[in-house]
């Protein structure tokens, strides 16, 4: 099924922040990869919720107990539907680094020493870090995919190193990389994972929020997704697993509504997605976010995919006329995702961000949460802009302004002052 | 708040041609510290001869607000003694974040004041003050009590 492209100008009306002035200048907002924008129906999906049906979940017995459980795991239903799972499948938490942190602690709980544990160099800390302290509690061995020059994973070193192999018991990769926008060839990783009966662990965070996606398809085992990237709340995340994998896992976090029966002496533990679900959860943030899944589905992600391949390639062309532009990743917009990374002649990020942020241009300057990846290019940070469905070629034009203006102020460029 | 007001055009002269750099023997005590948040680096050295700062030398990776406030830390802290530097270090950070309630003295602190501007820009407070956090720690390395690791 494919959706009408959609029409940005209308999309843009929905996100009431996107009318905010930064000093002088409209907001030109490119640092969706960062946290995304809401729009009214998130806002007010979760104010309504508050105003209307707040109580606890599950513990709660009085009406609007009910009237939150049934919203709590009706959005729950909804996320699912949105990934192609099924409701029992999908355990929120509270990011997606407490999912990725999840997973690296039960799933983890089974590596022993000898085993491997495969990341790649393109990770965000968050798939990185969880990985090094589940092989630092259980013995096993961290290895990683290189990257080519281009900034994606390199397949024929990692043949050659025999990196995946009956050893290898859990490979966690990123489905698009926050930095270089290179899309990991999943099919190809979750087939050589499978072969060795590793699990595959994806990180999702920069994938589901901008194409479809399908579980059936992914090949992953389990999927972290953050609620902040998907137009939805902030303080929510999501941790897909394969049903049959999440019954064999243990529990991570302990505590109220995860268990079945407590005894002093020991307990038994829920089934899950509440097995993984200790505490009062996210409730009004899981609301907000089955609003923000729902209004992406209105649009349709297949629409969503087209027109941030449009602004991708667009921003790439015109970045491609400033020479003093370099490169973090792949220059070719196809199996590319929307995050590009730059470096700008050899002023530091932080300088670049801040002169653009004086033209109201918002973009990320850092290493952004990817320092081994920074340190395989040998820089230290990046300048980073990310759109999403609300991103106009305009604003690319502002971006590019702003870019040789900023240029002038260091004076890599002849001009003012 | 412009970004001229930031970016003094000391500030940039000091980034464009750093006093001081590059790493020194002999030294008295070697520090790392790292900005997290942006991967910014720096390797200071501080060599001592009695109560007084010898040299100073580093190498730093960073943007312009830190490397130009590491160099004109240099500046005012080589040849000084160890207690007025750490008052330095001190009155520095203070006018950081005082939140432009806080004025240096143009007469003890020099090209330094050219960073008032920075306090009107708390995400930058860290960039300003990674030269001087430095500093400060190797002083306290260097003391009787610090421990030199």
Redesign the interface.
Known sequence: MTSDPIDVERVRRDFPILSRRIGPAELVYLDSANTAHKPAVVIEAEAQHYRCHNANVARAMHTLGAEATAAFEGARGRVAAFVGARPEEIVFTKNATEALNLAAHSLGAGLGPGDQVVVSLAEHHSNIVPWQMACQRSGAELRWFDLTEEGRLDLERAAAEDLINPRTKIVAVTWVSNVTGAVSPLAQIAAQARAVGARLVVDGSQGVPHRPCDVAELGADLLAFTGHKLAGPTGIGVLWGRSELLEAMPPFLGGGEMIEVVRMEGSTYARPPHRFEAGTPPIAQAVGLGAAVEYLSAWGMDAIARHEADITAYALDRLAELPEVRLLGPADPADRGGAIAFGLADLHPHDVMQVLDSYGVAVRGGHHCARPLHRRFQMGASVRVSSYLYTTRGEIDRLIEALIATLEFFRVRPGRK | M??ES??QEII?DHYRAKHHAGLRQPYSVEVTHVNP?????LVLRLALAGDRVEDLSYLA?????S?ASTSVMSDLVIGRRLDEAVGLHDGFQAMLEGQGRVELDEEVYGDAVAFSGVAQ?PA?VK?AMLGWAAFRDAVWRASPGGTDD
Not at chain 2, 37 to 41: A, H, K, L, Q
Not at chain 2, 61 to 65: D, L, Q, T, V
């Open positions: 412009g970004l930031l970016y940039l948040s942006c991967g910014d680096e990776e960073g943007c312009s607000i490397q820009f930058r960039c």
